[in-house]
């Protein structure tokens, strides 16, 4: 499942590179669905929210980065980030 997880991880991300933006978020989604530790989907899928603007989801994701990973910088930044896009 892991491996599968990666595959829809690098789908996601292929997705969003064309700015396809739900594609990828579909694409992310189904790869923590696969793998919920999967700290680089969880960042993917939060840069995938913040694309739209969707900032309570993307806090989410990033929170759900630092549940399993609490150093991972991007997660870090990026959730403080959108707690002030939240917090307007």
Same mark, same amino acid.
């Given at each position: 499942?892991? #491996?599968?997880? %990666?595959?829809?991880? /690098?789908?996601?991300?292929?997705?969003?590179?064309?700015?396809? +933006?739900?594609?990828?978020?579909?694409?992310?989604?189904?790869? +923590?669905?696969? %793998?919920?530790?999967?700290?680089?989907?969880?960042?993917?899928?939060?840069? /995938?929210? #913040?694309?739209?603007?969707?900032?309570?989801?993307?806090? %989410?994701?990033?929170?759900?980065a630092?549940?399993?990973?609490?150093?991972?910088?991007?997660?870090?930044?990026?959730?403080?980030?959108?707690?002030?896009? +939240?917090?307007?």
């Open positions: 499942e892991s #491996e599968l997880a %990666q595959v829809h991880n /690098a789908l996601g991300y292929c997705y969003l590179n064309m700015d396809q +933006v739900d594609a990828s978020v579909k694409e992310f989604q189904r790869a +923590v669905e696969l %793998q919920p530790g999967y700290v680089t989907a969880w960042n993917n899928l939060g840069d /995938a929210y #913040e694309r739209n603007k969707a900032w309570r989801s993307a806090l %989410q994701a990033y929170q759900e630092l549940s399993y990973a609490p150093s991972n910088d991007i997660a870090r930044n990026r959730t403080e980030f959108c707690k002030t896009r +939240v917090e307007r």
